[in-house]
């Protein structure tokens, strides 16, 4: 007997709720065991980077324990397998955003490195003065300074794309603004004040229409989406390994093949060249155009393994229990009296942003803190949102894949705490 699609379709859900075992993943990561001013950690700071799963670490010690050694260069072993290590991790990181080919894997330091290096390559041979860069209002500040300081040296212009209430990029004002001075649009794939997802697949169509290029800031996408570059046909797509479960320091820019080929390099230095003489030097091909000196070699290690697990895990189960997490959270906040959401998209991932009538979001995360739970206040690099809100500041609460409904529970809990501290 073959099952009905629907009671197939129901079944394959049960068993992937089955197989994400919340409990069993928080296993993985040593750092979330541990109690703060005597509770048990309630870790909400994800936007701002998450803990590593022992995969990781270990990686990453193994690297420093028995591979140290520098790539590209060397014909002993320990080299070859450094060199074999870093290279299968670009081979891991184009898989699992499904790139064409290595080549188009740039390591980076971070999303910020991304950003600068296509701003100082790409905007300064493309981008000239009367020109425009298009952004959008919920850009963190590493999407908007690399592109002030190019607009400066060009004496091009930066356009802001506006954003509504709920904190969703106004679309008809995104397409109109889409004009033949604009020479790129970059925008963030989820904002990390206000968690919204932008329709970035849609951004992209509309700016290839007028031909312009998009530059996709992923840094609070990879870790909660699966992202497909070449689905989105996005030109440039950046994000940080730390962000996604792997170390700091590192990051990703991916770039079209052409595009990349024929933009300058970034920085200059050893394994960026094919050869040097005082008269002339010619570039390395790609993509050691772009990655000049020694890199953070044990990071493209870490960043592997880190998708290597998430990939374990399955991407789907994961944003299956995110989503289910963001709505029980959702669903608790919104109860609490004197409480207001900052950021209310129809599709969020991950954030929490919020408001606490009469009380300072930094008083709220220090009351917090004493309860075990890690939150971030401020205006989280993302002053131009907090502006368009009119408030200075908000407490964020930002979800990973191994956070529980019971921490969901023990913030609300928190924060009616804060309120009673403050009603004294
Ligand atoms: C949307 C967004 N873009 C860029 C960045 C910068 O990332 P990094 O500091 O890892 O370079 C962040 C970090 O919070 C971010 O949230």
Request: overall charge neutral.
């Amino acid at each position: 007997m073959s099952l009905s699609p629907a009671v197939a379709d129901s079944s394959a859900r049960s068993q992937l709720k089955k197989r994400f075992d919340v409990d069993r993943v928080r296993l993985d990561f040593p750092a979330l065991a541990q109690r703060v001013h005597g509770k048990p950690l309630v870790y909400l700071d994800n936007a701002a980077t998450s803990q590593k799963p022992r995969a990781v670490l270990e990686a990453m010690e193994h690297f420093y324990t028995a591979d140290c050694s520098n790539i590209h260069r060397g014909v002993h072993e320990l080299s070859e397998r450094a060199t074999a290590a870093y290279e299968k991790a670009r081979g891991v990181v184009r898989r699992f955003i499904n790139a064409g080919v290595d080549q188009e894997i740039i390591f980076v330091r971070g999303a910020t490195e991304a950003i600068n290096l296509v701003a100082a390559t790409y905007g300064r041979r493309n981008v000239q003065a009367g020109d425009e860069i298009l952004l959008t209002a919920l850009e963190h500040h590493s999407n908007i300074v690399p592109w002030q300081i190019l607009a400066e040296e060009k004496g091009a212009r930066i356009r802001v794309a506006p954003i509504n209430d709920a904190g969703e990029v106004r679309m008809d004002e995104f397409a109109a603004m889409l004009t033949p001075r604009v020479k790129l649009v970059s925008t963030a794939h989820v904002s990390n004040a206000l968690g919204t997802v932008v329709p970035v697949r849609q951004m992209i169509e509309l700016s290839h229409r007028q031909g312009i290029p998009v530059l996709v800031d992923g840094a609070q996408a990879v870790p909660h989406l699966k992202v497909d570059v070449r689905a989105l046909d996005a030109d440039f797509y950046a994000f940080s390994a730390h962000k996604v479960y792997g170390p700091t320091g590192f990051g990703v820019l991916y770039g079209k093949r052409a595009l990349l080929e024929a933009m300058p390099p970034y920085q200059g230095g050893g394994d960026m060249i094919s050869s040097v003489s005082f008269e002339k030097t010619t570039y390395n091909v790609l993509p050691y155009k772009f990655e000049a000196g020694t890199p953070h070699i044990a990071g493209a290690i870490g960043l592997a393994a880190a998708l290597d697990y998430v990939t374990g895990l399955g991407q789907e189960a994961v944003e299956e229990h995110e989503r289910g997490l963001l709505e029980y959270g959702t669903g608790l906040l919104t109860a609490i009296p004197g409480l207001r959401l900052i950021g209310t998209a129809r599709e969020k991932a991950g954030v929490l942003s919020f408001v606490l009538e009469g009380i300072h979001p930094h008083d709220a995360g220090t009351i917090l803190d004493q309860e075990g739970i890690a939150v971030r206040t401020g205006h989280h690099c993302a002053q131009p949102v907090m502006d368009r809100y009119g408030i200075p500041a908000t407490t964020r609460a930002s979800l990973a894949l191994y956070n529980t409904r019971a921490e969901m529970e023990a913030l609300a809990a928190g924060i009616r705490k804060v309120q009673e501290v403050f009603a004294l």
